[in-house]
């Protein structure tokens, strides 16, 4: 009798021991993982915004997501990852807008030069109700956006002299995105633009593919330029924000409170980024002197601003006016 009482005591303690451990297995296979890839370093603004991602959207869901960064091109370029955020092998991209307007055409706008003054400016739209409808314009085109992040102010680097009026940009081949607009405005300024998806740019400069690059300092400094360019001019062409996209394929499988997390995680992405590029732009300019880098800051905007007026035209031939004057309305305000 009571070896059967402890043959019973054993079997429901086995039991017990079984559904434990079922139960954790069941907890550790709930757990999702999520990819978020961008194109820069692991130790830029960008993994700045995607540690804050990856934090965030583990906290809030208490580990039911866990998010792997896929740094430095690791999932392609901006462009392959967009459009594997669009069939779904994808999950979250930290992006340029660059070539976005590719595929989300209304926001070719932002990509004007000269249209912002100054970050507070740049933030002030951005997080308006005009950037919330850019954002919501995504989902038309299979894409989720969830927060605008940042790059910066976009200057030019070369090998091959001084740039300090659209004149000494003349023939210079430049490495621009794959975006209509940047490459009308380098046109104007009587520059090639060569369209190159940015995995390649370090390599391009190196061999002499192109003569320079334009980027935010953000940038220049992420990805070691000054290795491979001479000079930087500090234009300040086009205000450049990045942009947390969302895979529509993961989303829309998501409950209400789920796709919040994602939100939210997006926006703290956005808000550490910003602050990253902040304290780039402070610092980043004496780093890259210190790296060897013959840095003009004497620059007049004026004769650059009037050189590239018609790819204002040009994009609203396109485009229309609308978005355009309203943006130039919140920025006069702001």
């Not at 950037?131 to 605008?148: N, T, V």
């Not at 300090?164 to 081949?173: I, Q």
Request: aromatic letters at 6%.
């Amino acid at each position: 009798m009571k070896t059967h009482a402890r043959h019973t005591l054993c079997a429901t303690i086995g039991g017990l021991s079984t559904l434990a451990l079922s139960i954790m297995a069941a907890n550790v296979q709930a757990a999702q993982e999520v990819s978020l890839g961008h194109t820069l370093s692991s130790s830029s603004h960008y993994a700045v915004g995607a540690k804050a991602f990856k934090e965030t959207l583990e906290k809030l869901s208490d580990g039911a997501f866990t998010v792997t960064e896929h740094p430095s091109g690791a999932l392609g370029g901006e462009r392959e990852m967009i459009e594997g955020l669009q069939i779904g092998t994808v999950d979250i991209v930290i992006t340029s807008t660059g070539p976005l307007g590719n595929f989300v055409p209304e926001t070719y706008v932002l990509d004007l030069p000269f249209l912002f003054e100054n970050y507070d400016q740049a933030r002030c739209v951005l997080d308006s109700e005009l950037g919330d409808e850019l954002l919501e314009k995504m989902a038309d085109h299979d894409l989720a956006g969830l927060a605008w992040s940042e790059n910066g102010f976009r200057h030019l680097t070369n090998n091959e002299r001084a740039v300090t009026s659209p004149d000494d940009a003349e023939g210079l081949r430049v490495r621009t995105m794959e975006n209509e607009v940047h490459q009308e405005a380098f046109r104007q300024l009587g520059a090639r633009p060569t369209p190159m998806a940015f995995p390649e740019l370090f390599t391009a400069l190196q061999q002499g593919t192109v003569d320079g690059q334009e980027n935010p300092i953000t940038v220049i400094v992420a990805t070691n330029f000054w290795e491979v360019q001479d000079h930087l001019s500090l234009t300040g062409h086009v205000y450049s924000p990045a942009v947390v996209l969302g895979s529509p394929l993961l989303l829309d499988g998501l409950s209400d409170e789920e796709r919040e997390w994602f939100r939210e995680a997006a926006r703290a992405s956005a808000e550490a980024t910003r602050a990253e590029v902040s304290r780039l732009e402070e610092e980043g300019v004496a780093l890259l002197e210190e790296r060897g880098m013959t840095v003009q800051t004497d620059i007049d905007i004026a004769p650059f601003q009037e050189a590239v007026e018609p790819a204002y035209q040009i994009f609203t031939d396109q485009h229309g006016s609308e978005m355009l004057e309203r943006i130039q309305e919140k920025a006069g305000s702001c």
